[in-house]
């Protein structure tokens, strides 16, 4: 599966932004949607992951209550509105996928646990 990320972009603290990322071919039942985000000098950190089956969410501390991640089964699409944005949400968000054989209800929030990787959108917060 190819992901195809967009919808960065330049706002000010406050703002919103809504990020889109698509696949190439169909998200099966089984598979495991997420967001991950790599600002300068730092290591790719997990913001948002959702089952595909049953949409089950999971968020970061730091983006609980300010990001929502959904989904468009129809369009093979995930999304993260991102609102209330601080400047230090600025990074290269990524979308990722993880391809399980058989469902799990077990949900994932680590680098390693994903198959497949976008090629990154940058949100920058200005202050």
């Known amino acids: 599966v190819q992901l195809q990320a967009s919808g960065g972009g330049l706002v000010q603290a406050g703002g919103s932004l809504r990020l889109s990322c698509v696949a190439s071919e169909q998200i099966l039942s089984n598979y495991v949607m997420g967001w991950f985000r790599q600002a300068p000098g730092n290591e790719r950190e997990f913001v948002a992951a959702?089952?595909?089956?049953?949409?089950?969410?999971i968020y970061a501390d730091s983006v609980k209550g300010r990001f929502t991640i959904s989904r468009d089964n129809a369009k093979n699409t995930v999304f993260l509105q991102m609102n209330s944005l601080k400047p230090e949400d600025t990074a290269v968000y990524y979308c990722?996928?993880?391809?399980?054989?058989?469902?799990?209800?077990?949900?994932?929030?680590?680098?390693?646990?994903?198959?497949?990787w976008g090629q990154g959108t940058l949100v920058t917060v200005s202050s």
């Open positions: 990722a996928v993880r391809m399980d054989t058989y469902y799990s209800s077990s949900m994932y929030k680590y680098a390693s646990d994903f198959d497949s």
């Open positions: 959702i089952s595909w089956r049953n949409a089950k969410r």
